[in-house]
């Protein structure tokens, strides 16, 4: 296969950083089971989730590998985590030269990076938290069960003791 060259595939143990925040992102992981975290820190040590990834999905400091800067945000395992570790540069080749390969990665930022982005955007502007959470456990059930609840209520751009309230109102547990 074209890609099987520039992949590996690799475990890492809950709580492994693949990307330090301040390092160039040489590699894009394609996630086969477990979780990843992305996040940012501040000078004071509080983290804030920029988006959380679970299996079937690309994990990367994107703009990182595209301009050949330093990370603005860390990527973490939150589980251990299966990945299929891919080299950006050697993709992008790849994605140049082969159709097929070009197709599916136009299809995938479209969908992940510029479908999905616009919706939370408008979503965290427009909607009450306890609608966006809803829609988060509509689409990931389990999230809750896997991924630590402060990264979750970062990710909805609410504080936890805000999340506790909408789970127990909600009477998720």
Same mark, same amino acid.
């Given at each position: ?13 809950? /709580? =492994? &950083?693949?990307?330090?925040?301040? @390092? &160039?992102? !040489?590699?894009?992981?394609?996630? $086969? ?6 996040? $940012?820190?501040? *000078? #004071?040590?509080?983290?804030?989730? %920029? +988006?959380?990834?679970?299996? +079937? =999905?690309?994990? @990367?400091?994107? &703009? ?12 973490? @395992? ?6 299929? %570790? ?5 993709? #992008?080749?790849?994605?140049?030269? /082969?159709?097929?390969? %070009? /197709?599916?990665?136009?299809? $995938? ?18 909607? =009450? *938290?306890?609608?966006?959470?809803? %829609? ?7 999230? !809750?069960?896997?991924?630590?609840? !402060? ?10 003791? =805000? ?5 127990? #109102? /909600?009477? &998720?547990?």
């Amino acid at each position: 296969m074209l890609i099987d060259p520039i992949t590996e595939l690799i475990q890492v143990d809950k /709580n =492994q &950083v693949l990307l330090p925040m301040g @390092a &160039v992102a !040489h590699s894009i992981y394609y996630i $086969y089971k477990g979780a990843v975290i992305a996040f $940012y820190s501040d *000078a #004071k040590g509080g983290t804030y989730s %920029k +988006n959380i990834f679970l299996e +079937n =999905q690309l994990a @990367a400091s994107t &703009v990182s590998s595209l301009l050949r800067e330093p990370s603005e945000f860390t990527l973490q @395992a939150i589980e251990d985590t299966v990945l299929l %570790k891919i080299d950006f540069l050697n993709y #992008k080749q790849l994605v140049f030269e /082969n159709e097929q390969w %070009k /197709n599916y990665y136009i299809a $995938y930022l479209e969908k992940n990076w510029v479908i999905e982005k616009e919706e939370r955007e408008v979503s965290i502007v427009m909607e =009450q *938290a306890s609608i966006r959470y809803r %829609k988060l456990l509509a689409q990931y059930p389990d999230i !809750h069960l896997r991924v630590p609840l !402060h990264y979750i209520a970062s990710n909805l751009g609410i504080t936890p003791t =805000q999340l506790s309230r909408i789970r127990k #109102k /909600n009477k &998720v547990i």
